[in-house]
């Protein structure tokens, strides 16, 4: 719908307008910001002047309390009021630059009609009374993402709110100018969508306020279930939504919810850093970020040495003529599946009945408390108990038995000669502590007898620290062996009416033999937490209150039981494309099948993105031929050029067309170009290639941010994030020809925007072929 010049100038007005009430306000507030700044500062510096101290007495006391208490209120409160008209005059800057970006003339029946501008954040005038621009978060807001003019409707607390929707029309303000102006018939526009999708990509991601699709905004603005899954096509917008979902939360929540309430956990730190900015865009703060392999770390990093996801991608990648790897592979997806987490819950109880696997203590290299009395002890208490309450009675007893023992200790000779060699600073030390304690009968040292006794006691005390320690942390429960045990042993698996798959023994011996070097594959770390937290009881996170999951096809079913368990109160977000499953596990898994059967089927929804943002529809009907199911993929009418599939006759020969292709990209003014290899090795031996004709960065796992330029990225790294051009450096059947690459491929290809490019050596991969 085209628009008069006189309506164009008309809006231009209001934008000016709004500008000025904008400055106006930002004036207002720069004046009280000064004056509030100006008091923090007083109030520190006089902050003991103006407090009166005295302890001299009770009551002396209690009013010089009294009096910091309420010094430190005022200044707590200065400091709010300060911390809060900052984030004001941020967002005033925003509305500055751009003060909305779209506007519904809304009327309700027997009400004049309301125009609607909506914008990053909401602007009043100066009684508050009136919108100048409300945030896109308020509730009236969700029309403009829902309907196209006619009947509509939207939600508020105290119900549903039905009218008719007369105009929506969208703006492109820069620097407060309107560059483009459209009226759209449907949803959202088209012709909005269509320049911002045709931009050229960024090191960083950007906010889509000002488009999100309606289907998106279901996601965005869901707030009844326990669980979202949410299952996208590449390209759908599954971060953008998860991002602005957050935004509107916060903003809907505001009252209770705070960002350090909320994680996100993320593929790795360079998808982090990629989508760090978008929420400080929209004015929020940014949510924790975290990646799985942080927790499994922090929980077993002592324990083992710890096979990151990106070590075992490579072995699964490269190690297909090696021995055993069928029977690595055959582990990789019986370790992720429902059935040995059922196993493992009914090996933990097995174990209950029969008797855990402990560790003596040992003392000074002697063996203090064997393992076998544990095993005695534990034996006695009721097994109706859970297997975590008695190992906590155990607990207690060991620490019980514990002091027995250290008593005996104390005339050791080794006490005797520790004492000896005390130098003077502990001698010191332990004397004044003595005293304290007022442990000496008169305030004389002559009572020798007594003075090495009583060191002799808090030597002992001082060594068995750590064992009582150990004891508080269960390290006397021996979960490592136990966990081997089920490996060393199948038949016990079988005794516990579990199917074993093929290739068990082969796999298990693999297990057995890592554990045993100290170390731990990748798919061990979540099954052997799991058995640790059946048999010692469960960490708990109970702050916060929203996880989300990105790229959610990478996580196991033990994965997603984990998160539910280690956040109660959490609701949670999961979004993923079961299309770029690109690890060995999720071959033989059944989707998000498992995550689902976590919740009550009433608490959890589904919701389906099929239309892709990111690439041109070019680009979009290649790649969705690569997979089964693929044409219910849809693309955005977006032109651009065909993809191209060329061969090169030697390696010296691709690097030259591939050098060739960058330089006119370059030309082109793409200004995020990947060079997307499989593997590391391979990207490695790419960069060393590429490094002397281009200007080019290699990524690696280590690789913390994302950066605009030339890279060169295995595929694994690339997923979650996107490449005005992508080059795949080579698509031979050699490369991508196995099944289990598929979606590997498919992931590659999908992260180009504008432009893909595909090179071989050989024969191309029969994904091409279709
Ligand atoms: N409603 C929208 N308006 C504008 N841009 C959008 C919209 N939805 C998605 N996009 C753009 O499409 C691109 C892909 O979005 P995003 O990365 O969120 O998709 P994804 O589903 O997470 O992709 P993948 O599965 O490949 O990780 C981004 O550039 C994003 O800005």
């Known amino acids: 719908m085209s628009i008069t010049e006189q309506e164009w100038k008309k809006e231009q007005k209001r934008v000016d307008l709004v500008r000025r009430e904008v400055k106006k306000r930002t004036e207002q507030l720069q004046a009280q910001v000064g004056t509030v700044k100006a008091d923090i500062v007083e109030i520190r510096k006089n902050f003991w002047d103006d407090v009166k101290v005295n302890f001299e007495n009770a009551i002396e006391a209690a009013e010089t309390v009294a009096s910091m208490r309420q010094q430190s209120e005022v200044l707590g409160e200065r400091e709010r009021l300060h911390r809060h008209a900052q984030k004001e ?78 105009l929506k029309r969208q703006f492109i303000i820069r620097d407060g100018e309107i560059e483009s102006l459209f009226d759209t018939g449907v949803t959202i526009g088209d012709e909005l969508l269509q320049q911002v999708l045709g931009r050229h990509s960024d090191a960083q991601m950007k906010s889509i306020v000002a488009t999100i699709q309606k289907e998106q905004n279901r996601i965005i603005r869901n707030v009844r279930n326990r669980l979202l899954v949410v299952q ?55 949510m924790q970020q975290a990646t799985f392999q942080e927790y499994l770390e922090r929980r077993l990093g002592r ?93 207690e007893w060991l620490l019980s038995e514990l ?58 005390q001082k060594r068995f620290k750590p064992l009582r320690n150990g004891i508080k942390r269960l ?83 033990f994965q997603f039981a984990f998160l539910k368990r280690l956040f109660p109160h959490a609701k949670m977000t999961v979004l993923g494309d079961l299309n770029q499953a690109i ?46 199911g693929g044409e219910e993929i849809v693309p955005f009418n977006r032109e651009g050029e065909e993809p191209t599939i060329t061969r090169a006759e030697n390696t010296a020969d691709l690097i030259a067309k591939i050098i060739d292709r960058i330089r006119n990209l370059q030309a082109d003014q793409h200004r995020t170009l990947a060079v997307i290899c499989k593997t590391a090795e391979e990207s490695r031996a790419a960069y060393e290639r590429l490094k002397d004709a281009l200007d080019v960065k290699l990524i690696s796992k280590e690789t913390v941010h994302f950066e605009p330029g030339l890279v060169v990225i295995p595929a694994y790294l690339a997923k979650g994030v996107e490449f005005d051009a992508v080059i795949l450096y080579n698509a031979s059947q ?14 590659a290809c999908t992260r180009a925007m504008h432009e893909l490019h595909l090179y071989y050596l050989g024969e191309q991969s029969p994904f091409l072929e279709s």
């Open 583 to 628: 690890y060995a596990h999720a071959e033989k898994a059944d989707g998000f099948g498992p995550l689902a059967a976590l919740y009550p089927a009433e608490e959890s929804e589904l919701i389906v993105l099929k239309q892709s943002y990111r690439s041109t529809r070019q680009i979009v009907d290649f790649t969705r031929k690569m997979m089964p």
């Open 89 to 166: 005059m941020k967002s005033l800057y925003r509305l500055e630059q751009t003060p909305y970006f779209g506007r519904i003339d809304f009327v309700e029946p027997g009400e004049p009609l309301q125009q609607i501008y909506l914008g990053t954040a909401s602007f009043l005038d100066e009684n508050d009374e009136h919108f100048y621009v409300y945030d896109w978060r308020a509730p009236v807001s969700s029309l403009y993402y829902d309907y196209s003019p006619g009947p509509a409707e939207y939600e508020t607390p105290g119900g549903t709110v039905e009218g008719t929707m007369e």
């Open 734 to 747: 050699d490369q991508y020809g196995r099944e289990s690459e598929r979606r590997l491929f498919y992931t």
């Open 303 to 395: 324990v083992f040495d710890l096979e990151d996801p990106f070590l075992q991608m490579e072995y699964v990648l490269t190690a297909m003529n090696e021995p055993g790897y069928a029977a690595r592979i055959a582990g990789i997806q019986y370790k992720a599946s429902v059935p040995f987490m059922r196993l493992l819950e009914q090996y933990a109880n097995r174990l209950g009945q029969e008797g855990l696997i402990f560790k003596g203590l040992k003392f000074r290299g002697e063996p203090l408390l064997s393992a076998a009395r544990m095993r005695e002890q534990f034996a006695t208490y009721d097994p109706g108990m859970s297997i975590p309450n008695r190992l906590r009675l155990l607990s």
């Open 475 to 557: 390290k006397y429960v021996d979960v490592p062996a136990m966990y081997r045990q089920l490996f060393a042993d199948p038949k016990r698996a079988v005794s516990l009416g579990a199917e074993l798959p093929a290739m068990f023994a082969e796999f298990a011996e693999q297990t057995v033999e890592k554990m045993l070097q100290g170390e731990l594959f990748y798919e061990d770390a979540t099954p052997y937490l799991y058995l640790k937290e059946l048999l010692e009881g469960v960490e708990m996170n109970t702050q916060v209150r929203h996880v989300f999951v990105d790229e959610a096809q990478d996580y196991s079913p």
């Open 403 to 460: 002091n027995e023992l250290a008593l005996a200790q104390t005339d050791q000779d080794w006490v005797e000669e520790e004492i000896e060699l005390l130098d003077n600073e502990e001698y010191l030390q332990a004397y004044q502590k003595l005293r304290r304690q007022k442990r000496f009968r008169e305030n004389t040292f002559d009572d020798f007898d007594r003075e090495r006794k009583m060191l002799g006691e808090m030597l002992v």
């Open 232 to 286: 996208g096509a590449a390209g759908s917008g599954k971060t953008s939504a998860a991002l602005q979902r957050i935004a509107y939360l916060l903003y809907r929540d505001r009252a209770w919810l705070s960002a350090e309430q909320i994680v996100l956990f993320s593929p790795n730190d360079m998808f982090n850093s990629y989508v760090a900015t978008v929420l400080p865009e929209l004015g929020e703060e940014n």
